[in-house]
Nanobody, 113 residues
């Protein structure tokens, strides 16, 4: 499975950004699709994930601001009301039915005035 992400960039505090990620390859093995992020000097952390069954889970720090949407092998992350603390490299990922993982190359989101 290969992942291709897009949509990162520079925005001001309070603005929005949408990240997109599409999977290709052996897509039948994909269960979950979602996003992690890693800020400078910090560990990678889960942002949001969507299962094949339509369930979405969010980390507490993004609830109410971010929305994850999934359409088969494409997942998007709409990020509203961005804060400077949301600055990070965002990684699209998939979790297979077997429990294995695949990662996209990461896309940089910078929130700065």
């Amino acid at each position: 499975v290969q992942l291709q992400a897009s949509g990162g960039g520079l925005v001001q505090p309070g603005e929005f950004l949408t990240l997109s990620c599409a999977a290709s390859g052996d897509i039948a093995i994909i269960n979950k699709m979602g996003w992690y992020r890693q800020a400078p000097g910090k560990q990678r952390e889960l942002v949001a994930v969507a299962t094949t069954g339509g369930k979405s889970t969010y980390n507490d720090f993004v609830k109410g601001r971010f929305t994850i949407s999934r359409d088969n092998v494409k997942v998007t992350l709409r990020m509203n009301s961005l804060h400077a603390e949301d600055t990070a490299v965002y990684y699209c990922y998939t979790e297979f039915w077997s429990g294995g993982l695949a990662w996209g190359p990461g896309t940089l989101v910078t929130v700065s005035s």
